[in-house]
Each structure stands twice: as structure tokens, then as C-alpha cells.
């Protein structure tokens, strides 16, 4: 018998409704299906840093939530990422993540052992996140002690073996190569609270864990599905390697993104956020050192910040708040404090004094500037790129086996990346200009290698790792600071295009008391069987006289007296049982859901002892709380209760406005993955990128010069023009083309072999076909079909008529 039976319904729901990227929404999925036995399986999700694994933890809490768990604690590694994660479950917080439909009860070492959440511990209805790192759970020795292990008046015992007690706690533990068996305290810390699950999250996996890792998502892929900035080296061709030279050149960088960045903000009607230099050092003495240094380049007050363990308040207030447009930090230099769990967006630009010669170090390090600071790539190299200012230590890091070259570039063998385009061993180029390219080796469609195009004016998609003279950055940060500031021009007559999404919900099934177990009704009645007494203590004041003849006025506790009560009936307590259950507003008020309330309530009375209900007495407490538990109880088999799918309609506007790239190519220019190409005839927008040459390059090509043909647009991701699967998933198609009737074409462009071989290209043809019977049934977005277009389709084609007839479609 399972724990939680796998829903991959509600999965796909949650991804919805918490817009959880795709990496962490197959995550989820795999997550939800791996601990549905409950048999305390230990788990491991390896995602690439910067991905948003805080996000997949919220969409794993919501998911058991919904299923009726009402215990969950999220252990953290230290103090960096245990304030981070409260800040995530903090409801008005910058960090918060959004999108739950039930609010937990947030549960930390402040606030455990106040009173009220002592009663919620006892509540089974209650959602509660406990959140501690790991060094406040440990076993106490000799000479410390753990609150969390003491016995806490409230709780009735200690929080830990609380904890311990629950028979459905799930723990997620961040940073899950820090527990491996090896630190023994840290390990028995987690695993001898005997939990359901214990789901683990990281990035960076301890060897010895492998064989736990059920689903893995690499750096490389985050990079090629675009979800992550691409890392850039940068190197001094002189061969200048100071410490001096090294933070100058930063500062430089940095400064020359700022211009960059505030001006995509400005254009895109987004927040300001400026780009901040990263220093990693190996000491505080080191640290030190260069924040000193680094006030020649940067002397307003305020703009190094230096964070190390010995940090003021003042200082850790100053992180906290980098990211605020009024920041006026422009540089962090920090030991080893920030090596993981900290999350900012906004580095641009990241130095590693001496050496970081591990590949988990250089992972964590690298990864504190990867994520994006506009939560997307914009298609700017000055906003999507950050840059590693490496000099010979770098260098000398990428030759070695561990490089992050290595690390970077190399497909997890158990990934399959997003893009499909990550399907092979990378390929490095090295250009006339001393940069040095690392893209995927092969795109899955056919298009094959991916050719190196222009150097970051016209960023190419598919860069993996880009190493560079700082001259070549310098140079294409002043060329992408000079175009920003601008949309892609309106193309004139261009008609309105709205896509017809079609979202689905989970809607409960409609519930019926009949499913209340009246078995938890008859444990939960084993409480309340007997009335306890209430006692009134007494206090006398009591004057004495003492040997100097001085009166002392003291008090004496006497002895208690029981202290009178009200009582009703327990045939009182049975009319309000089910006038509560009635009045919880879950099911209709009809004569079979009374009965059904009637039953519960007897069986209630019966596990608690009545035999007589005129006779037997209640106290008003008694009764108070029994009523409260029951209701709690019905409420939780409502909550348990199955869903179906229910649909609406979520019209989506394209053609938004969208940010001019640095360099845009003639349609005719040689073709390279990720790069824009314009002078186009008909296309809705005045620039176009593509994946692939032979099918949606060529396809684009052939429709723009085509009779029958009025318009056409390319679709991405971030434009949400999606078509919701069934049973799970959502399918995003390449282009829209508008005939010379008026009718919308759906289209998707596929290489002969996925076309032939690829069973998911089926599905997702059925399910576009589908949508599109749905939405012309509907009438209201007018008349909308679906195609199919292949390689072959494209090569044997002069036109868009000939095309849809190739393809079946016309």
C-alpha cells in the first residue's frame, strides 16, 4: 500500500500555479513518484546551481501539503542559507516564493518554543515547515547544549523528539552533500529523526551518494537551456597577473555592464539592478587587502562591502539589501561565508584570488553569478554573460583535469537537456581574436555543429563557456551599451495576435462526508474520554513579626480547591458535532450529508466513552475541543480529496515589446544557432532567432518569400504561447504563420529522424490538434489549425500551399 499515490495531475498543477521552470517541475515529478511508498527512502535531486532549487523544495512542500502531510523540516547548512530559506517562506519578503495555495506555519529556533506554536504542534491540522540548520539539531555533548533537544513546556517533550514522533515528517535538506554519512553528527542529526522521506538537494553531489540521485540537471544544460548566464574567462594577453591588475580590470568590467543593465531596465519597464564585482579570497587578512584596494576604483562610501565572519550588523544588513535599486554596493569581497546558499542575482563580475582549485569549490563560486538578473535571458551579452577574471590562475585552472572548462561543458549522463541541443561532446573553437568558444557538439535536430558566430555583439545562444582577452570584453560591453536603449521596431501593418491558451485546473471532486475515515474518528476520540478537573490555587498573605519585632509580609500557597464548571449533555455535544460539520461549508446541505455528519458524530461518542447521551456530562471545554477536532478531521479528508481537470481560457498577447540585439544579420547571412537575422517580408517582428538551420531557419525562410503567406511570427518560451498536455506537461510550438484567409497555422519544425522516431513529436501533434478542435469550437479567436513541417517537407516545397500539402495538412 502506497504512502501518497503519485499524482501527476496535481505535479502539473503546482508547475502552473508556482510557474516552476522546467528542470525543477521534472524534478517534482520525480520527487513525488520516488517517496510515494513512504519507507523513509533517502533521495537526491542534483541541480545545476543558479536553476532555483528553492523553488522545486516549494513545489515539493505544496505537493504534500495537498496530500495531507502536515510535517515538513528543511535543514540547512549554516547560517547564510538558513536566514535565506526563512526569508523564502516569509510572506512579504523579497525572497518569498509565491505561488502556494496553503500557507504553512513557519516554524524556527526563535520562535519554537513560544506558546502558540506548542498548540499548533498538537494541531493535526496545521501545516508546519520547520526550518534549522543542521548544527541546531545535533546531538549535545558535554559541553553544549541544543535547545531543540531540551524539554520544552509548551511542546510536552523536546521539539527534536516532536519531530521524531511524527508520523509523517518529510525532510528536505539543502546543500545535501554536507550530510553524507562522513560527518557522523551532521548525518545522525537528520537520519535518526526516521523520517518518511528525506529529499536531498544540490549541485554538487558527494560521490558516495550517486547511487541516490534520481534526477540530475548539469551546469551545462542550465547554460544551453538558457536559464543560467554563460560564463565568461577573461585573460590578459600581456600576462599580468597581479592582484592589482587583476582588480582594476574587474572594476573596469563592471563599471562598463552598469550602463548595460540599467538601461535594459529602463527600456523593459523593469527595476534597476546594478551589476556588483564578486571577490573570493582565501582569508580574512586577504579579504581585507583587496576591499582596501578596491576603494581606488570604487571610493564612494558604501560601495565595498566586506563580508566575513567577524562582519558588523551593519555590514550583513548591506548584503541583505543588494539587490535594492538604492544599493550603493558595488563590490563584495567575502572569505568563504558566501561559497553557497547565497543567491543574489546581480554579480556581473567574479574574481578568485589565489587559488580555487577544486571543481566543487569553482562550481559553488561561479554559481553565486550565474543567475539571471532580470529572471530571463534578454538577448544582451552585457546582461547575460558574467565574467570570471581569471589572468593565469584561470588559465591554469581550465588546462587541469577538475577545470571549469570540464565542468561547464560536460552533459550529465543522466540529463537530457531541455533544448535537446546537448546531445553530444562540446566543440572548441578557438577564433583569430584569442577568444575562445566552447558550444554543444550537435543540435538534436539535424542542424549539426553549432558554428561559432559573431563574438558577443550578436550572442550566440548556444556558447557553453566563452574565454576572452579583456580587450575583446571591454570592446563588446561599450558596443552592447551603445544599442541598448532600444525596442526591435514595429513592423508597419503588422496585425494583432493573441494566442488562445488553454489552462488546466484541478478542481476537487465533489466530497461527500461518506469518505471521513471513521477509523481516525475513533482515535481521535480516545482523548476525550474522560472531563478533567480544573483546580483554583490559592495564594494567603500572611504578617509576620520577626525577632526585631519588624512585620514581613509574606505569601503562602494553600492547598487548591476544584473549581465549578459548566456541563451539557453529550446529546448537546452530538447536535453541535454535527451542526459544525454541517457549517464547515465542504458538502451540500442535503439529508444523506446529515446522516453521514450523524454517523460521524456517533461513532465520535461512542470511542469516547458515551453510553447514555441524556445523562453522561460534558464539560464546555471537553465538548469545545472535541468539536474543533472533528472539524479539523473533516477538513483533512476534504483536502486529501482526489481531483479532476478542469479548463480555461487564458488569451495571450504577443507581439510585447522586445529588446533590439546588439547585432542583427541579414536573413540571407550564414546561419548560426541563437544569432538574429532581419530584413524579412513578412515576419511579424523585425528580427527572428532560431535553434536549428534545416527546419526552422529553412522554414522561415521559404514562407517569407511565399504567395498564400500574410504573415508569420517565431515564438519563444518567455512568450508563454503554450498548449497544456495531457496528462501532464505543456508543449511550446515554433511559429504562428497567418494565411491570406485569415486562418492561424500553428506550426512545428522538426528533423526527419524526431519526426519519424521521436514518439513525444506524435503526442504533441495530437495535442495540438486537439487544442485547436477547442478552440475553434469555442468561437472566439477565430479559425486556428495545426502542422507538422519536416526537413523533407521544407526541401521538397517551392511554397506555403505546397508545404501543407507535403505535411498532410492541407
Known amino acids: 500500500m502506497t504512502w501518497i499515490a503519485y499524482d501527476e495531475y496535481l505535479v502539473d498543477e503546482i508547475t502552473t500555479c508556482m510557474d516552476l ?149 518529510v525532510i528536505i535538506a539543502d546543500e545535501h552533500h554536507v550530510y553524507r554519512s562522513s560527518a557522523a553528527a551532521f548525518s545522525a542529526a537528520i537520519r535518526d529523526l526516521s523520517p518518511r522521506a528525506l529529499v536531498g538537494l544540490t549541485a554538487t553531489p558527494d560521490p558516495a551518494d550517486l547511487d541516490k540521485v534520481i534526477y540530475r540537471y548539469s551546469l551545462a544544460e542550465a547554460i544551453a537551456d538558457r536559464l543560467v548566464k554563460v560564463p565568461v574567462v577573461v585573460y590578459r594577453q600581456d600576462g599580468l597577473k597581479d592582484i592589482d591588475t587583476q582588480l582594476a580590470d574587474a572594476a573596469h568590467l563592471r563599471a562598463l555592464r552598469e550602463p548595460a543593465w540599467h538601461a535594459y531596465a529602463d527600456q523593459a519597464g523593469r527595476e534597476r539592478v546594478s551589476p556588483v564585482l564578486f571577490v573570493v579570497c582565501q582569508t580574512i587578512e586577504d579579504a581585507s587587502l583587496v576591499a582596501e584596494k578596491l576603494t581606488v576604483h570604487l571610493p564612494d562610501e558604501g560601495q565595498v562591502l566586506l563580508v566575513t565572519s567577524q562582519s558588523s550588523d551593519t555590514a550583513l544588513a548591506a548584503l541583505a539589501d543588494v539587490e535594492k535599486p538604492e544599493s550603493p554596493v558595488r563590490a563584495i569581497v567575502s572569505v568563504d561565508k558566501l561559497k553557497e546558499g547565497w543567491d543574489v542575482k546581480n554579480i556581473g563580475v567574479i574574481v578568485g584570488h589565489r587559488a580555487l582549485a577544486s571543481q566543487t569549490l569553482t562550481e559553488q563560486i561561479l554559481g553565486r553569478g550565474l543567475r539571471l538578473p532580470f529572471g530571463e535571458r534578454t538577448g544582451i551579452a552585457a546582461v547575460d554573460h ?154 494567603a498573605i500572611v504578617a509576620e ?137 513578412k515576419s511579424a517582428e523585425a528580427a527572428a532567432s532560431f535553434d536549428s538551420k534545416t527546419a526552422e531557419f529553412a522554414f522561415a525562410t521559404l514562407i517569407d518569400q511565399s504567395d498564400g503567406v500574410a504573415w508569420w511570427l517565431r515564438l519563444y518560451q518567455p512568450d508563454g504561447a503554450y498548449i497544456t498536455r495531457m496528462p501532464s506537461g505543456r508543449y511550446y510550438p515554433d511559429f504562428i504563420v497567418i494565411d491570406d484567409e485569415g486562418v492561424h497555422w500553428l506550426v512545428e519544425t522538426k528533423s526527419d529522424a524526431a519526426a519519424a522516431n521521436d514518439l513525444d513529436v506524435a503526442a504533441k501533434k495530437r495535442a495540438a490538434e486537439d487544442w485547436a478542435v477547442e478552440v475553434n469550437d469555442s468561437r472566439s479567436f477565430g479559425t486556428w489549425r495545426y502542422a507538422l513541417i519536416t526537413e523533407s517537407h521544407i526541401r521538397a516545397a517551392p511554397n506555403w500551399r505546397a508545404l501543407l500539402h507535403e505535411a498532410g495538412a492541407d
Open 386 to 539: 558574467v565574467d570570471v577574471v581569471a589572468h593565469e590562475s584561470y588559465t591554469q585552472l581550465l588546462r587541469s583535469k577538475d577545470s571549469l572548462l570540464e565542468r561547464v561543458a560536460t552533459v550529465a549522463p543522466t540529463g537530457a537537456g531541455l533544448a535537446g541541443s546537448t546531445t553530444a561532446a562540446p566543440v572548441t573553437v578557438e577564433m583569430p581574436d584569442g577568444v575562445i568558444r566552447v558550444t554543444p557538439g550537435a543540435i538534436a535536430d539535424g542542424s549539426g555543429a553549432a558554428t561559432p558566430g559573431d563574438h558577443l555583439g550578436g550572442l550566440s545562444e548556444a556558447d557553453l563557456l566563452i574565454v576572452q582577452p579583456i580587450d575583446a570584453s571591454a570592446e563588446a560591453l561599450n558596443r552592447d551599451a551603445e544599442v541598448l536603449g532600444q525596442h526591435l521596431p514595429a513592423v508597419p501593418g503588422r496585425p494583432r495576435i493573441v494566442f488562445p491558451r488553454r489552462d488546466r485546473e484541478l478542481q476537487p471532486i465533489p466530497f461527500s462526508l461518506e469518505r471521513v475515515s471513521l477509523g481516525d474518528v475513533r482515535v481521535a476520540a480516545q482523548q476525550y474520554r474522560v472531563n478533567y478537573e480544573v483546580s483554583l490555587q490559592g495564594q
Open 21 to 169: 521552470r522546467k528542470p525543477n517541475a521534472v524534478a517534482l515529478g520525480a520527487v513525488a513518484e520516488a517517496i510515494e511508498e513512504g519507507d523513509g527512502a533517502e533521495v537526491v535531486c542534483d541541480l545545476a546551481t543558479g536553476v532555483g532549487k528553492t523553488y522545486l523544495a516549494g513545489g515539493l512542500i505544496e505537493y504534500l501539503a495537498r496530500n495531507g502531510v502536515r510535517n515538513m523540516l528543511f535543514v540547512t547548512p549554516g547560517t547564510t542559507i538558513y536566514e535565506k530559506t526563512i526569508a523564502n517562506f516569509t510572506p512579504g519578503s523579497r525572497k518569498y516564493v509565491a505561488g502556494a495555495t496553503i500557507e504553512p506555519l513557519l516554524i524556527t529556533a526563535e520562535n519554537f518554543a513560544r506558546g502558540q506554536v506548542g498548540d499548533a504542534l498538537h494541531d493535526a491540522a496545521t501545516l508546519k515547515l520547520f526550518v534549522f540548520n543542521v548544527q541546531q539539531l545535533i546531538k549535545p555533548t558535554a559541553n553544549t547544549s541544543r535547545k531543540v533537544r531540551a524539554d520544552d513546556e509548551f511542546i510536552g517533550d523536546s521539539l527534536y523528539h516532536h519531530l521524531r514522533a511524527a508520523k509523517d515528517l
Open 545 to 681: 513579626r520577626d525577632l526585631e519585632n519588624e512585620v514581613n509580609v509574606t505569601t503562602q500557597a494553600v492547598e487548591g480547591v476544584t473549581a465549578t464548571q459548566n456541563y451539557v449533555t453529550a446529546a448537546a455535544v452530538r447536535h453541535d458535532l454535527v451542526r459544525r460539520i454541517m457549517d464547515l461549508g465542504l458538502v451540500p446541505q442535503q439529508l444523506t450529508e446529515k446522516l453521514h455528519a450523524e454517523s460521524i458524530a456517533d461513532e465520535f461518542l461512542g470511542a469516547a466513552g458515551v453510553t447514555d447521551a441524556e445523562v453522561e456530562n460534558w464539560t464546555l471545554q471537553r465538548a469545545a475541543q472535541a468539536t474543533a477536532a472533528i472539524a479539523a478531521l473533516v477538513r483533512a479528508a476534504y483536502d486529501r480529496n482526489d481531483r479532476q481537470p478542469a479548463f480555461r481560457w487564458n488569451p495571450v498577447e504577443l507581439l510585447q515589446p522586445r529588446v533590439q540585439p546588439s547585432v542583427v544579420h541579414p536573413w540571407y547571412s550564414e546561419f548560426v544557432v541563437g544569432q538574429w537575422y532581419g530584413e524579412w517580408s
